[in-house]
């Protein structure tokens, strides 16, 4: 009710009666409409590829692991569900001997996800993963693993690190002038 | 002595039949209310349990009846405990003096069709009415928590001022049919129901009964979104389930009321007296789960203004209206 004080009062019952008769129509016309509702384990939506939920460590083209094992994931968690331990393979090439994600805690905010410098670690868009024991949602570097490159196919770290190792000497990377004498480039 | 005996197993059976329909239409009054208003919001409400979810009643008493049943460590234990039965008793009561058919004849004996023909049908169902309140205001008392008191004193002032207007709107009715006995009200919509005559008179009733109930637009008590859940926020399990029995069969009990006073209670071509009677509640009940899915909460002072500014005025100049006539 609003109150109009130039309004007779006739009239605003009247306007009052039919803003509720309008109202009442509005509902009594969905009745006959079609629900908008997806149900879900029936139909499952299409979900967009950045979507936050199941984490992975990919592989960059080549097949290796990305993964560096350079903490900065497990850094900026911010539950501390992301845990592992570094080393070093012959080439030089560092790697985690293991690498283990407590999916009970991961609150799937994405920020490993962005700290990570190899785009190993990356987020899919499945979320279908509830267990009855919450010790089965704790993933090693087994389960986390796939043979693919994720959202990024192409990168492959070790070509632009700089770093030598199986994949490219010193001066051989992308981006990378070839290395100078310093001795016979004095002035 | 043996005719004694006979009339108390009758009762018994009748109480039974009577006490078994009503949880069991509150039960389904729940699925229908969760489904209609799924639609009038576009969605589908509830269809996991069993065929359109008609299994979803049984799921929810099971899950209420199994649940535990908390009792806060401040709560005032005893009347906390009271409260939820308090609300249900009085609704299920109300419906002992409703007639649900004239009368049967089974092995020579007239069996009337009402638990008790009371000759203050109507002054008890205000009665019971009123103590319902204090299921309300003594839960929400008890719970010790802010939230849960503002529920129960919005209840208690609530019902105080709606209770005024719907006892108002029915002396025209006892003026009409010149008895309090529910029973007699009927008889007396023998040629037409009295919803004709005293439109008004229903339409201040059914405001009412709807506040009466508690439901949107009048759910005040509740208000899921400023009280989390008003009076029964600090009930669980099947103590809660009372408290929502008690709703579900308060909503009937208004829409045999209604039939009974507006709709001519179990007056109808065709159909068998107690189907009539079923039929009203059920189109009342529907058309509250339809208010509830298109209007909004009142706000507490709009409530209080609504009841006292308009409708008890409107009442009272109905009275004197419906006197006048009866006296010309």
Redesign the interface.
């Given at each position: 009710?609003n109150t109009d004080k130039n309004e007779s009062p006739m009239t605003q019952i009247l306007a009052d009666l039919k803003a509720?008769a309008i109202?009442?129509a509005?509902?009594?016309k969905?009745?006959f409409?079609k629900?908008?509702?997806e149900?879900y384990p029936e139909y499952k939506r299409p979900l967009p590829a950045r979507s936050r939920a199941r984490i992975i460590l990919t592989r960059d083209p080549d097949g290796g692991e990305r993964c560096v094992a350079c903490y900065l994931c497990s850094a900026v968690c911010p539950v501390s569900c992301i845990s592992m331990q570094s080393a070093e393979q012959a080439d030089g090439r560092r790697y985690a001997p293991w690498f283990r994600i407590n999916f009970g805690r991961c609150i799937y905010c994405g920020l490993c996800e962005e700290a990570c410098p190899t785009a190993a670690i990356q987020l899919t868009p499945d979320f279908e993963m509830c267990k009855q024991d919450i010790l089965a949602l704790v993933y090693e570097k087994e389960d986390l693993l796939v043979d693919h490159g994720g959202k990024d196919k192409q990168y492959n770290f070790y070509q632009y690190a700089g770093v030598v190792t199986d994949v490219g000497e010193k001066g051989t990377h992308i981006k990378e002038e070839k290395p100078v004498n310093i001795r016979s480039n004095l002035p | 002595m043996l005719t004694w005996i006979a009339g108390f197993i009758l009762l018994i059976v009748k109480l039974g039949i009577v006490l078994g329909c009503m949880l069991f239409l509150a039960a389904y009054l729940v699925w229908a209310e969760r489904k209609l208003l799924a639609r009038l919001q576009v969605r589908y409400g509830p269809n996991r349990a069993g065929k359109f979810g008609l299994l979803q009643p049984i799921a929810d008493s099971i899950k209420m009846i199994t649940k535990e049943d908390i009792v806060p460590e401040a709560a005032d234990r005893i009347i906390f405990l009271v409260a939820p039965a308090v609300v249900a008793t009085t609704a299920l009561l109300m419906f002992a003096v409703v007639p649900f058919g004239s009368s049967l004849k089974i092995w020579g004996r007239e069996i009337p069709l009402v638990i008790s023909d009371l000759n203050v049908g109507l002054l008890y169902v205000f009665a019971l009415s009123s103590l319902g309140v204090y299921g309300v205001a003594l839960g929400g008392w008890a719970s010790n928590s802010k939230f849960a008191l503002l529920g129960g004193i919005r209840g208690a002032a609530q019902m105080i001022s709606y209770e005024l207007s719907l006892g108002l709107s029915l002396i025209p009715i006892v003026m009409l049919a010149q008895s309090f006995s529910l029973v007699d009200i009927v008889q007396a919509q023998a040629n037409y129901p009295f919803i004709f005559v005293q439109p008004i008179s229903f339409a201040i009733f059914f405001i009412s009964a709807v506040a009466e109930s508690k439901r949107i637009p009048f759910d005040l008590p509740e208000a899921e979104n400023e009280l989390g859940a008003g009076f029964h926020m600090e009930y669980s399990g099947m103590r809660f389930g009372l408290f929502f029995i008690g709703e579900y069969v308060h909503i009937q009990v208004l829409g045999a009321l209604a039939a009974v006073f507006f709709l001519g209670g179990w007056r109808g071509p065709w159909l068998p007296p107690p189907v009539w009677l079923l039929l009203k509640i059920i189109l009342v009940a529907l058309v509250m789960i339809w208010i509830r899915g298109t209007l909004p909460r009142l706000r507490y002072d709009q409530l209080m203004e609504l009841g006292w500014k308009v409708l008890v005025p409107a009442a009272l100049i109905n009275i004197v209206i419906t006197g006048a006539f009866i006296l010309i």
């Amino acid at each position: 009710m609003n109150t109009d004080k130039n309004e007779s009062p006739m009239t605003q019952i009247l306007a009052d009666l039919k803003a509720l008769a309008i109202g009442f129509a509005t509902t009594f016309k969905h009745l006959f409409q079609k629900p908008f509702t997806e149900e879900y384990p029936e139909y499952k939506r299409p979900l967009p590829a950045r979507s936050r939920a199941r984490i992975i460590l990919t592989r960059d083209p080549d097949g290796g692991e990305r993964c560096v094992a350079c903490y900065l994931c497990s850094a900026v968690c911010p539950v501390s569900c992301i845990s592992m331990q570094s080393a070093e393979q012959a080439d030089g090439r560092r790697y985690a001997p293991w690498f283990r994600i407590n999916f009970g805690r991961c609150i799937y905010c994405g920020l490993c996800e962005e700290a990570c410098p190899t785009a190993a670690i990356q987020l899919t868009p499945d979320f279908e993963m509830c267990k009855q024991d919450i010790l089965a949602l704790v993933y090693e570097k087994e389960d986390l693993l796939v043979d693919h490159g994720g959202k990024d196919k192409q990168y492959n770290f070790y070509q632009y690190a700089g770093v030598v190792t199986d994949v490219g000497e010193k001066g051989t990377h992308i981006k990378e002038e070839k290395p100078v004498n310093i001795r016979s480039n004095l002035p | 002595m043996l005719t004694w005996i006979a009339g108390f197993i009758l009762l018994i059976v009748k109480l039974g039949i009577v006490l078994g329909c009503m949880l069991f239409l509150a039960a389904y009054l729940v699925w229908a209310e969760r489904k209609l208003l799924a639609r009038l919001q576009v969605r589908y409400g509830p269809n996991r349990a069993g065929k359109f979810g008609l299994l979803q009643p049984i799921a929810d008493s099971i899950k209420m009846i199994t649940k535990e049943d908390i009792v806060p460590e401040a709560a005032d234990r005893i009347i906390f405990l009271v409260a939820p039965a308090v609300v249900a008793t009085t609704a299920l009561l109300m419906f002992a003096v409703v007639p649900f058919g004239s009368s049967l004849k089974i092995w020579g004996r007239e069996i009337p069709l009402v638990i008790s023909d009371l000759n203050v049908g109507l002054l008890y169902v205000f009665a019971l009415s009123s103590l319902g309140v204090y299921g309300v205001a003594l839960g929400g008392w008890a719970s010790n928590s802010k939230f849960a008191l503002l529920g129960g004193i919005r209840g208690a002032a609530q019902m105080i001022s709606y209770e005024l207007s719907l006892g108002l709107s029915l002396i025209p009715i006892v003026m009409l049919a010149q008895s309090f006995s529910l029973v007699d009200i009927v008889q007396a919509q023998a040629n037409y129901p009295f919803i004709f005559v005293q439109p008004i008179s229903f339409a201040i009733f059914f405001i009412s009964a709807v506040a009466e109930s508690k439901r949107i637009p009048f759910d005040l008590p509740e208000a899921e979104n400023e009280l989390g859940a008003g009076f029964h926020m600090e009930y669980s399990g099947m103590r809660f389930g009372l408290f929502f029995i008690g709703e579900y069969v308060h909503i009937q009990v208004l829409g045999a009321l209604a039939a009974v006073f507006f709709l001519g209670g179990w007056r109808g071509p065709w159909l068998p007296p107690p189907v009539w009677l079923l039929l009203k509640i059920i189109l009342v009940a529907l058309v509250m789960i339809w208010i509830r899915g298109t209007l909004p909460r009142l706000r507490y002072d709009q409530l209080m203004e609504l009841g006292w500014k308009v409708l008890v005025p409107a009442a009272l100049i109905n009275i004197v209206i419906t006197g006048a006539f009866i006296l010309i």
